[in-house]
Every structure is written in structure tokens, then in C-alpha cells.
């Protein structure tokens, strides 16, 4: 089977518990290359413990979640070396995270936070890593002369923007993002929204996009998940969920976004 033919994710039956209670519950999908596939529901739904099993960062407490590794195809990444798993998160993966700030490194320049990044997977040429810095600048609408900057003395959607630029200069094939436009003003959110639509449909990004928003989510995913109480409850395309929701819960959902 061709890289292109199999799935890049696979989650079955993905359960979380913190105790008794359960954030998330059987929760089991595919995710094809190119595809984004965003996961809503009201907060507390467990959008974000789900975030975090599929991405590795903490391990499910029942269920398994397989990436479609190089080198030896579906792997479960519970099974994988702590080692192993963290070179995939600075190489294959990406995590744009809500707060600009819990994904950028405050104490050094804008150019160096994207330089980093490509020396982490093996970049050593000063002059090449900074051309790419200003590469990656430009492309996420950051003037050149701000490279040697400071994150902080930037804006919040800028800081959104250089997060986005970090993450991105690798050239990973699969980016996971919690509410990147959670928290910013309408206006910045509008431009920063169709920024990450350009880059993702450009570079052929698979992305993992949990919103509470459906207007995010209508914008940007191809695919969509309803979840509600740590459960599943709807699941299929973006514009069938949306324009024929068939859960009572998606159905109210929708109807409150429309009548705003
Ligand atoms: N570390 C934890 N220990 C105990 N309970 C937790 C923990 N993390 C999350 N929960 C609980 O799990 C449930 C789901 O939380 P989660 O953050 O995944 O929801 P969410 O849909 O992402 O909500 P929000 O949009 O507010 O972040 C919530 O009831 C939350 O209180």
C-alpha cells in the first residue's frame, strides 16, 4: 500500500479517564494526508484531552492511537521510546497551541524561534537558517526587520503568526491546533484564519483543528467531529454536519450560530 493510500492517524477507541470520570470516551477515527479534520463541542466536552492522547502528550487510559511512521508505517506511539516520540513532535508533528506564549520561547529572537526548530532536525548553516527565518517571516506577514525581536514585544496575533511560522519551517506533515484563534480580537481572527487556510491548503498540511467555534471550524476542516460529554456524537463531513445536522445537540448548536 502507497503512503498516500493509508491513513496518517488512526485513533480506536481512545478512552481517558481521571479517575471515575471519563474526559473522553471510544473514540475512534482515520485521518488521510491532506485532510483537516475539526473536532468542536462546548467546553468541558473533552476536545482537549483528546488533543492530547492523539498527539502523544499524555497516554490514553484505554485505546490506541497509530501514526503512519516512515520508516515502519502504523506504529502505536504508547509503544514508541520516549526518544522516538519526541523527535517526531520536533520533526513529523506540529502542536499550535491557543497561547502564542506555551508555544514560543519569550527569551529569544523572533528569527531564532524559527531557526531553532530547523536545527532541531538537523539545519547548520547560519546564513541558510536565516534566510528561511525571513522566509518564513514573510510568509506569515511579519515584517523582515522584526527577526531580531523579541516574541513579547509583538502583538497577539503576530505572536499567533511567528508561533505558526515555528512550527511549520520543518515541514511536518501533520499539525495538531487547540483553538489557534481563541482569545484574539474578531478582526485579527479573520486574518489569521484565512493565513492558516492559504498555508494549509499550499503545503498539504493533515491537521487535527479542535474548536469551539463552527465558523473555524466551516472555514478550515474538511471533516467533522461533534463531541459532547466526552463522547462522539456526530461525525462526517464538514458541510453535511453542518448544513443537515442530525444529533439534537449538533442541531442546537448550529441553530445558535445562526441566529447570532
Ligand atoms: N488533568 C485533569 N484532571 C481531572 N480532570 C480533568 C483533567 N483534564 C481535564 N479534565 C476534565 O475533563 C473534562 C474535559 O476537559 P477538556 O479540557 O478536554 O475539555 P474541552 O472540551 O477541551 O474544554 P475547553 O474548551 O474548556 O478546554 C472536563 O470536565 C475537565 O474538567
Not at 12 to 40: N, Y
Not at 104 to 115: D, E, K, P
Not at 166 to 185: A, C, I
Not at 233 to 245: C, M, S, Y
Amino acid at each position: 500500500m502507497s503512503g498516500a493510500e493509508a491513513p496518517l492517524l488512526v485513533a480506536r477507541g481512545v478512552t481517558k479517564r481521571f479517575g471515575d470520570f471519563a474526559a473522553c470516551e471510544e473514540v475512534g477515527f482515520s485521518l488521510w494526508p491532506g485532510e483537516v479534520l475539526g473536532i468542536v463541542g462546548e467546553s468541558g466536552s473533552g476536545k482537549t484531552t483528546l488533543l492530547k492522547c492523539l498527539s502523544g502528550e499524555i497516554e490514553p487510559s484505554r485505546g490506541e492511537v497509530l501514526y503512519s511512521t516512515r520508516a515502519e508505517g502504523l506504529k502505536d506511539i504508547a509503544a514508541m521510546s520516549e526518544p522516538e516520540r519526541r523527535m517526531l513532535q520536533r520533526t513529523d508533528w506540529a502542536f499550535v497551541h491557543q497561547n502564542p506564549r506555551d508555544g514560543l520561547r519569550l527569551s529569544v529572537s523572533a528569527g531564532a524561534n524559527i531557526g531553532e526548530r530547523l536545527m532541531a532536525v538537523g539545519a547548520r548553516h547560519y546564513g541558510n537558517i536565516r534566510a528561511e527565518a525571513l522566509d518564513w517571516l514573510e510568509r506569515v506577514e511579519i515584517r523582515a526587520e522584526r527577526i531580531d525581536d523579541l516574541p513579547a514585544t509583538f502583538s497577539g496575533g503576530m505572536q499567533q503568526r511567528l508561533q505558526i511560522a515555528r512550527n511549520l519551517v520543518s515541514n511536518p506533515r501533520l499539525v495538531f491546533m487547540d483553538e489557534p484563534t481563541g482569545g484574539l480580537d474578531v478582526s485579527v481572527q479573520a486574518r489569521l484564519l484565512d493565513l492558516i487556510r492559504t498555508l494549509v491548503r499550499r503545503l498539504g498540511l493533515s491537521v487535527v483543528i479542535v474548536t469551539h467555534d463552527l465558523a473555524v471550524a466551516r472555514l478550515l476542516s474538511t471533516r467533522l467531529m461533534v463531541m459532547q460529554g466526552g463522547h462522539v456524537i456526530e461525525h462526517g463531513l464538514t458541510d453535511q454536519v453542518l448544513d443537515d445536522p442530525q444529533a439534537p445537540y449538533t442541531q442546537l448548536l448550529v441553530s445558535s450560530v445562526l441566529q447570532v
